[in-house]
T-cell receptor, first 110, second 112 residues
Framework: RKEVEQDPGPFNVPEGATVAFNCTYS??????FFWYRQDCRKEPKLLMS???SGNEDGRFTAQLNRASQYISLLIRDSKLSDSATYLC???????????FGGGTRVLVKP | NAGVTQTPKFRVLKTGQSMTLLCAQD?????MYWYRQDPGMGLRLIHY???????AKGEVPDGYNVSRLKKQNFLLGLESAAPSQTSVYFC???????????FGEGSRLTVL
């Protein structure tokens, strides 16, 4: 089993709709969780950190479920510009290494 | 502010050739990383460094060597390139004890 797993998608989303997807992790001792966004043929960039209490940044909401060992990302009122691959990243207890999932591709269509 | 710079951006090698990828960061970050990204595989950590003069193995270190002689530079070497090393390589850096990685633009390597 991979340490961090994501549904590769693609999630085809009508413009203005809401989309949500999860990322599961296998190490219960994992400390920190993040969502990165990667545009086609570009480098990943941090979208948001995921806190235990959940957090929201504009149209984006991230949640952490430690009991079931997954994090989620919800995008409301999807824009065409939200089309990208969303990578989750998990930092373990041992140090500053981040382990990435394979990414979830989101395509927002008019 | 350049951030993280990788050179070269593109390279084509023949099997058995050697090469070095250079990563330079100007943010005074302690930690630096080399990842490779393959379709459907996400980012996989090759090697990383927690400070000048230190290196450590990541998830997929075989076939690669690294050096961190200066804090701002992290070199990734391929001594004898193989077709399985065809990939996009990303360098990243971060402050200590923070999860945000700052990535370079990537280096596309093709091994024929």
């Amino acid at each position: 089993r991979k340490e961090v797993e994501q549904d590769p998608g693609p999630f085809n989303v009508p413009e203005g709709a809401t989309v949500a997807f999860n990322c599961t992790y296998s190490n219960s001792a994992s400390q920190s969780f993040f969502w990165y966004r990667q545009d086609c043929r570009k480098e990943p960039k941090l979208l948001m950190s995921v806190y235990s209490s959940g957090n929201e940044d504009g149209r984006f909401t991230a949640q952490l479920n430690r009991a079931s060992q997954y994090i989620s990302l919800l995008i409301r009122d999807s824009k065409l510009s939200d089309s990208a691959t969303y990578l989750c990243a998990v930092r373990g207890a041992a140090g500053n290494k981040l382990t990435f999932g394979g990414g979830t591709r989101v395509l927002v269509k008019p | 502010n350049a951030g993280v710079t990788q050179t070269p951006k593109f390279r084509v090698l023949k099997t058995g050739q050697s090469m070095t990828l250079l990563c330079a960061q100007d943010m005074n970050h302690e930690y630096m990383y080399w990842y490779r990204q393959d379709p459907g595989m996400g980012l996989r950590l090759i090697h990383y460094s927690v400070g000048e003069g230190t290196t450590a193995k990541g998830e997929v270190p075989d076939g690669y060597n690294v050096s961190r002689l200066k804090k701002q530079n992290f070199l990734l070497g391929l001594e004898s390139a193989a077709p399985s090393q065809t990939s996009v390589y990303f360098c990243a850096s971060s402050y200590v004890h923070t999860g945000e990685l700052f990535f370079g633009e990537g280096s596309r390597l093709t091994v024929l």
